[in-house]
């Protein structure tokens, strides 16, 4: 039994991320770049980079460049797993998202925990009394695509999944019924 084709719906993925997957790092990047399969949409293309203590990371906006985008990080990384979470959408309007990890374990750097990364107590008074400026507040977070996205609970694969049971309960039936008309 043959069944019609019908439009192929390719949800876009991840193809290649600088840094890499679970990449292990001697020197702490400047940027992070993902190539995917498809041209992206700078509209509606998110990257965001958080640290082990989910905490976001500054960096600047997406440069969407085809296929690629790019974050340029204007701090250095210190020593330290980090995840970087994107978030773009495919060509028949899904939204896709994803993460993964990598770590910076430079020989040169000093970890957050390190004590010469810490403040003492005198100096971190000094600092307190010294700086009078307020501190700007973190921008607000989400964006209505963000917030769209977070609420949505169907992944492409659980979809694809209910697009197959459904075609095979279809030929199922059609089979069913073919069965007992020439029977």
């Known amino acids: 039994m043959l069944l019609p084709g019908g439009p192929a719906w390719a949800h876009n993925a991840l ?20 190539r995917f399969l498809q041209k992206l949409n700078p509209d509606f293309t998110t ?20 296929a690629t985008a790019t974050v340029t ?5 210190v020593n330290g797993k980090y995840t970087v979470a994107y978030r773009v959408v495919s060509l ?21 925990s390190s004590p010469a990364t810490l403040p003492s107590a005198a100096s971190a008074s000094a600092v307190a009394t010294s700086s009078a400026a ?22 492409g694969g659980a979809v694809a999944g209910i697009v197959a049971a459904v075609l095979v309960v279809a030929g199922a039936v059609v089979f069913l019924v073919m069965r007992r008309r020439a029977g």
């Open 134 to 155: 307020p501190v700007p507040s973190a921008p607000a977070t989400g964006s209505p695509l963000e917030k769209a996205a977070a609420e949505s609970t169907m992944s």
């Open 92 to 112: 028949d309007g899904h939204t896709v998202q994803g993460s993964y990890d990598f770590t910076v374990m430079d020989p040169s750097a000093s970890s957050p």
């Open 73 to 77: 990080l204007p701090e250095p990384l």
């Open 15 to 34: 193809a290649e991320a600088v840094p890499a997957k679970n990449a292990v790092l001697k020197k702490a990047p400047e940027t992070v770049k993902l």
């Open 47 to 66: 990257v965001n980079l958080s640290d082990a203590g989910k905490k976001r990371l500054p960096a600047s906006e997406p440069k969407v460049d085809g």
